[in-house]
């Protein structure tokens, strides 16, 4: 089995976000890390792999240069082979040029399973894998908790969450395309020597070529911090104070 994990590089959620005059986000060139929902795919590709024989697992990522960061990490999770797409762009790319320049690249690797995270934690669009099936047309299943090998070697089993919770199980045939959401197994930690392993490692250079729509799908026109609607009252004093304190200000709105 020929397994392929799409990965993205996305502003680290600890990271404080600068907004510049111009209302463009910009994060710090070195507060980047992997989509953590794709780092569940990497860890279920793993899990194949090691429950089975014959077992290649490869990552690609699309992004500008830092975002080989991302891919590195997972080369270091355990991937053989890290395809890289570069995009010197000047603006977000929308779902639909990531899936295009994915498909395009991977179109002719005979690949038995794509996994995706289920959405990335920037954008939450959840568009991409959908979009990377519908593009090669392959059969997909969104929002899984894990896959299984079942008997038949042309099969993965996917048990998946909708809805209110209820799980599922479906026997999806190969090949095919899976995004996978947080589950029960967490995403391991690589070792000290498969990341230095990893960042000596030569990727695979693609260059980006695929479909474009006529026009963006999505365009951030700009980016404003909330305005602010109101003040906070502190309340000093000993408790009897504050309470005294509390009772005039609710009469005085006319809420007592």
Partial sequence: MKILVCVK???DPEVDLELTPGGRVTPKRDSYVMNRLDEYAMEEAMRLKESMDGVEVEAVTVG???AEASLR???AMGASNGIFIPVDEDRALTSFETASLIASAVKDKNY???MCGVMSEDEMAGAVGPMIAGILDLPWVTSAISLEKPTDKNAVDVL???EGGVQETIQLTLPALVTIQSGTRQPRYPSLSNMMRANKQELEVVGPSG???SRPVD???GAAPPKQKGQ???LEGSTAEKARQLVSILKERALL
């Fill in 160 to 162: 998946r969450e909708g």
């Fill in 211 to 213: 479909q474009s729509p």
């Fill in 9 to 11: 590089q996305v502003p």
């Fill in 73 to 75: 990490r997972a080369l």
């Fill in 112 to 114: 038995d399973l794509i």
């Fill in 219 to 221: 365009q951030i026109l």
């Fill in 232 to 234: 906070g009252v502190f």
């Fill in 64 to 66: 500008p240069e830092e």
